[in-house]
């Protein structure tokens, strides 16, 4: 399967510890997006990189959240001091160039208790 | 600020059914995406429109990019059960960053 591979696709982690995503995009993908997705809403845009560049960042993702894309392949997202409201599906999505299709990966639920 | 609104936010519908969803804007998007989300999944694209105007069908549903860019419909006809789903549209805007903007999403029941 080449699509987008996301892993863990759950997580539930108390208040407080640090969680990390990964994500890896449909090969030759050189742009690769983190969005948020909390209940019945559509998804929110996180942070966006073309290659190994992170060209943009959501006001949405404070200082406890971070991405990498070290080598322009896979991508992590780290949130630290997880907080109640962190609680949301991760979803990461992947494409060839900055008008092209976007394919999703399933998503990490993340649940913080 | 949500730049895309899609209307309406739920539908429950019978069998057999046509359906209509929107999606409007008042910004011009280069490209617009219609995305199927079935719950706890990421979201499965359908369809890319790219020209004002164009019309593309996939059986049974039919897209359609207004002319000027700024807005989109989904027409599905003798809907099924198995369209039940969030129905989302994502556009990509013709200035500045390349990221993709959601619209607020359509649920949609089909009752058997």
């Known amino acids: 399967d080449t699509g987008v591979s996301q892993n863990p696709r759950h997580k539930i982690t108390k208040r407080g510890q640090n969680v990390t995503f990964r994500c890896d995009p449909i090969?030759?993908?050189?742009?690769l997006y983190w969005y948020r997705q909390t209940l019945g809403q559509g998804p929110e845009f996180l942070t966006y990189?073309?290659?190994?560049?992170?060209?943009?960042k959501s006001r949405l993702l404070s200082d406890r959240f971070s991405a990498e894309r070290p080598k322009g392949s896979f991508s992590t997202l780290e949130i630290q001091r997880t907080e109640q409201g962190d609680s949301a599906m991760y979803l990461c999505?992947?494409?060839?160039?900055?008008?092209?299709?976007?394919?999703f990966g399933q998503g990490t639920r993340l649940t913080v208790v | 600020t949500q730049l895309l609104e899609q209307s309406p936010q739920f539908l429950s519908i019978q069998e057999g059914e046509n359906l209509t969803v929107y999606c409007n804007s008042s910004?011009?998007?280069?490209?617009l995406q219609w995305y199927r989300q079935e719950p706890g999944e990421g979201p499965v694209l359908l369809v890319t429109?790219?020209?004002?105007?164009e019309v593309k069908k996939l059986k049974r549903l039919t897209f359609q990019f207004g002319d000027a860019r700024k807005d989109s419909s989904l027409h599905i006809t003798a809907a099924q059960p198995g369209d039940t789903g969030l129905y989302l549209c994502?556009?990509?805007?013709?200035?500045?960053?390349?990221?993709?903007?959601f619209g607020t999403g359509t649920r949609l029941k089909v009752l058997a």
């Open positions: 999505a992947s494409s060839l160039d900055g008008n092209a299709e976007a394919f």
């Open positions: 090969s030759e993908h050189n742009r």
């Open positions: 990189f073309q290659n190994e560049a992170q060209l943009e």
């Open positions: 910004s011009v998007f280069s490209s």
């Open positions: 429109v790219v020209t004002g105007g």
């Open positions: 994502a556009g990509v805007k013709t200035s500045g960053t390349y990221k993709y903007i």
